[in-house]
């Protein structure tokens, strides 16, 4: 979990493994979500695994980078509070 100051852009970096089974390979697709929280959260590139993330309020956070590949999913979240 992290903390950051509102104004200021929070560096993301997540880690997403594909199995090598996927067919045709490179189809895995990443994304990241605001789940909960008071404000606006902006990605500087939403679909990157490492990516930054600004809030326009403070408060409590969770966000979700999902992967997602045909019927199959899986994600995980982070909480963040802005200050």
Do not use: N
Request: charged share 20%; glycine share 14%.
């Amino acid at each position: 979990d992290a903390s950051i100051s509102v104004g200021e852009a929070l560096m993301l970096q997540g880690q997403v493994e594909d199995d090598g089974k996927s067919i045709p390979a490179g189809k895995l697709k990443t994304q990241w979500s605001k789940q909960q929280g008071p404000g606006v959260v902006t990605f500087s590139k939403i679909k990157d695994v490492c990516t930054a993330a600004a809030f326009s309020r403070a408060g409590m956070y969770v966000l979700q980078l999902g992967a997602f590949y045909g019927g199959l999913r899986a994600h995980d979240t982070i909480r963040v509070r802005g200050r």
